[in-house]
C-alpha cells in the first residue's frame, strides 16, 4: 500500500537528514516539535538554530486527512471529496554566505469520494539559491538531479528542470529565485510509469536531496567571509522571503486555509536585509550572481 509505504519512507528519511546535518554541524542538535491538526493527522516539526554550520534550517513531515478544504477543491475541480496528504519538506539556511540555502519537498495525494479512491499523484523537487557562486557546486548539484531522472526518463531532466526554472521565477524583480534544480507535480500513473515506478521515482529523489548537496556544503561551510559578504546575503535573502510570501503557492495555500503558521513560516530566513535601491558594483562577484539570475542557465 503506497500510503503507508510513503509514511515509513519520509519518516526514515527525515531521521537520516537531521542526522547527517547535525554531524556537520558539530555544535547544534535539532528540536523535536511534534503537532496536531485539529480536522485530521499532524506531523513532526525539527528545527535546527544557530549551529555552527546552519543559522536554521527546517526538517518536517506532515500527515494530514481530512474533508478537502473549498479552495483546493475548487482547483481540483471536485465536490464533497476527502483527501490524505503526507510529505517532507526541508529548508536550510547555513551560516556561510559562501553555502547556498536549500529547499526541497516530496509529497504523496490521494483523493476520495465516499470512501473510494478517485485519484493519487506524487509531487515534489528540489532547488538551490546560492549567494556567491561557485559553477562546480552548480554543475554537481544539477548533474546529481540528472542522473537521476535518466534512469526513468531521458526527458525528466530537461522536463522538470524547466518547470523550476518557470516556478521559483520572482517576476516582479524579473530574476530567479537560485539557480534552480527540478520541480515536479501531479505525477500519476500512466502507460509508461506506474505508481510503484513513481515511487521508485521519488525514493531516488530523497537520495539526492543528500547526494546533491550535503557535499557542497562540506565544502564550502569553513570559507573565510566577511561583513560585506554577509550583507548581500541578508539581502539575498530578503529576495527569498519575498518570493515565498508573494509566489509560493504551499505558502499561500496554507495562510487561506489557516494552516499551522509555525510549519508553514519556518521556511523564513532568521535574518534578512532590504536596502533601497541596492545595486552591485560593477565586475563584483555580487553583480556575477545577479546577470546569471536574470536568465536560466543549462548547467549540465
Not at 532568521?270 to 546569471?292: A, C, F, H, M
Request: hydrophobic share 30%; proline share 4%; glycine share 8%.
Amino acid at each position: 500500500m503506497i500510503k503507508k509505504d510513503f509514511s515509513n519512507f519520509i519518516d526514515k528519511l527525515q531521521k537520516d537528514i537531521v542526522t547527517s546535518l547535525e554531524k556537520i554541524d558539530g555544535k547544534e542538535k535539532f528540536k523535536c516539535d511534534h503537532w496536531t491538526r485539529e480536522k485530521g493527522g499532524g506531523g513532526l516539526t525539527m528545527v535546527i538554530e544557530n549551529g555552527n554550520v546552519f543559522e536554521k534550517g527546517g526538517v518536517n513531515v506532515s500527515k494530514v486527512y481530512g474533508q478537502l478544504p473549498e479552495s483546493m477543491s475548487k482547483m481540483l475541480k471536485v465536490n464533497n471529496s476527502d483527501f490524505f496528504a503526507c510529505g517532507i519538506s526541508i529548508v536550510i539556511h547555513p551560516k556561510n554566505p559562501m553555502v547556498p540555502t536549500f529547499h526541497a519537498n516530496l509529497r504523496y495525494f490521494e483523493l476520495y469520494e465516499k470512501g473510494t479512491l478517485t485519484d493519487s499523484w506524487f509531487g515534489g523537487g528540489l532547488d538551490l539559491t546560492p549567494y556567491y557562486l561557485y559553477e562546480s557546486d552548480i554543475v554537481h548539484f544539477h548533474n546529481s538531479c540528472k542522473k537521476v531522472c535518466d534512469q526513468f526518463n531521458p526527458n525528466f531532466y530537461r522536463t522538470y528542470k524547466n518547470k523550476c526554472d518557470e516556478y521559483f521565477w520572482n517576476d516582479h524583480r524579473n530574476e530567479a529565485r537560485g539557480v534552480g534544480g527540478l520541480f515536479f507535480d501531479y505525477c500519476r500513473e500512466n502507460k509508461n510509469m506506474s505508481s510503484n515506478n513513481w515511487f521508485s521515482f521519488i525514493k531516488q529523489m530523497g537520495e539526492c536531496i543528500k547526494n546533491s548537496y550535503l557535499p557542497i556544503v562540506k565544502k564550502r561551510k569553513d570559507t573565510v567571509y566577511n561583513n560585506e559578504n554577509v550583507k548581500w546575503q541578508n539581502i539575498r535573502r530578503g529576495r527569498y522571503v519575498e518570493f515565498n510570501l508573494l509566489h509560493d503557492k504551499g505558502t499561500l495555500f496554507g495562510l487561506k486555509t489557516k494552516g499551522r503558521i509555525e510549519s508553514i513560516l519556518i521556511s523564513m530566513p532568521p535574518k534578512v536585509r532590504w536596502v533601497y535601491d541596492y545595486t552591485p558594483k560593477n565586475g563584483s562577484q555580487e553583480e556575477e550572481l545577479i546577470n546569471i539570475l536574470k536568465s536560466p542557465k543549462n548547467w549540465v
